[in-house]
T-cell receptor, first 113, second 113 residues
Framework: AQTVTQSQPEMSVQEAETVTLSCTYDTSENNYYLFWYKQPPSRQMILVIRQEAYKQQNATENRFSVNFQKAAKSFSLKISDSQLGDTAMYFCAFDPGNTPLVFGKGTRLSVIA | NAGVTQTPKFQVLKTGQSMTLQCAQDMNHEYMSWYRQDPGMGLRLIHYSVGAGITDQGEVPNGYNVSRSTTEDFPLRLLSAAPSQTSVYFC????????????FGPGTRLTVT
């Protein structure tokens, strides 16, 4: 069974600074997808970024980028120029394609003014 | 599109009572899932469905039943509520296949006293 580990339960960052959230996963699959979801205090789950395992290039969405290391099974999220609105729980998720997403336990990020 | 809708948003039950959490999606998605979210535990899969008439257990299925008679609806039934089922419940849907975004409902906060 696949597992997803987020080793940082809580993090904080100053506004305008950069922060990196860690995620590792375990799988024997070769083709899969990885996601980062954000859950602000409103509780709504929002897709932040998606990475395809067979693509070497790291995904980027505006201030959000990933560092995908397939051999190391690592998928970290970098948030640049942090904003107060980035304060949220962040979940890493693994998608093998034919079964539901597997989520990590989340990292609570606080952006401090 | 309303996306994924869940009712009710909040519910208080007494131990031993039963109830059904409703979930509906209007995106014609094949996959639907129920998760529970508890502090420090992330999102844990309860039950899921890959299409009408097909359901399967997730990580924490005990005490819950599901059915999928239509593509749109995926209700979650609590058979005899217990305090351990106090949680926030999320319904989600996505198209079949790998790499598609999973859409979440707004969640139901359930308290069992």
């Amino acid at each position: 069974a696949q597992t997803v580990t987020q080793s940082q339960p809580e993090m904080s960052v100053q506004e305008a600074e950069t922060v990196t959230l860690s995620c590792t996963y375990d799988t024997s699959e070769n083709n899969y997808y990885l996601f980062w979801y954000k859950q602000p205090p409103s509780r709504q789950m929002i897709l932040v970024i998606r990475q395809e395992a067979y693509k070497q290039q790291n995904a980027t969405e505006n201030r959000f980028s990933v560092n995908f290391q397939k051999a190391a099974k690592s998928f970290s999220l970098k948030i640049s120029d942090s904003q107060l609105g980035d304060t949220a729980m962040y979940f890493c998720a693994f998608d093998p394609g034919n079964t539901p997403l597997v989520f990590g336990k989340g990292t609570r990020l606080s952006v401090i003014a | 599109n309303a996306g994924v809708t869940q009712t009710p948003k909040f519910q208080v039950l007494k131990t031993g009572q039963s109830m059904t959490l409703q979930c509906a999606q209007d995106m014609n998605h094949e996959y639907m899932s129920w998760y529970r979210q508890d502090p420090g535990m992330g999102l844990r899969l309860i039950h899921y469905s890959v299409g009408a008439g097909i359901t399967d257990q997730g990580e924490v299925p005990n005490g819950y039943n599901v059915s999928r008679s239509t593509t749109e609806d995926f209700p979650l039934r609590l058979l005899s509520a217990a305090p351990s089922q106090t949680s926030v419940y999320f319904c989600a849907s996505r198209p079949s296949g790998a790499g598609y975004e999973q859409y979440f409902g707004p969640g139901t906060r359930l308290t069992v006293t």
